[in-house]
């Protein structure tokens, strides 16, 4: 079975930086993409990032365009999104999702991503 596990979540301040992993168990597949979506209480789901099978497209949702970066380590089968100048308004529980698929591309829908993770808490204080 496929799983995706995130880490790396935690409490820090204003202007900070945190860098997430999200490793992945079991069958998959290098030709898969990789997405983080975000959640705060009382909203929806919320598209991050992305990043196709090959690493070389990328996506990112507005509220973090040039602050956060999305790289993929296959043979550690593991994504990261590195989180710089962090804000108050990106706490959330952040979830790492894989799109299956042959030479996936990386999408903004979280309705095209199969598996996910539990979530990893991101708290940024003022």
């Known amino acids: 079975q496929v799983q995706p596990v995130e880490s790396g979540g935690g409490l820090v301040q204003a202007g900070d930086s945190l860098r997430l992993s999200c490793t992945v168990s079991g069958r998959t597949s290098s030709r898969w993409a990789m997405g983080w979506f975000r959640q705060a209480p009382g909203n929806e789901r919320e598209f991050v990032a992305a990043i196709s099978w090959s690493g070389t497209y990328t996506l990112y949702g507005n509220p973090v365009k040039g602050r956060f970066t999305i790289s993929r380590d296959d043979a550690e089968k593991t994504t990261y999104l590195q989180m710089n100048s962090l804000t108050p308004e990106d706490t959330g529980v952040y979830y790492c999702?894989?799109?299956?698929?042959?030479?996936?591309?990386?999408?903004?829908?979280?309705?095209?991503?199969?598996?996910w993770g539990q979530g990893t808490q991101v708290t940024v204080s003022s």
């Open positions: 999702a894989s799109r299956s698929g042959r030479f996936a591309q990386a999408s903004t829908d979280r309705y095209e991503y199969d598996f």
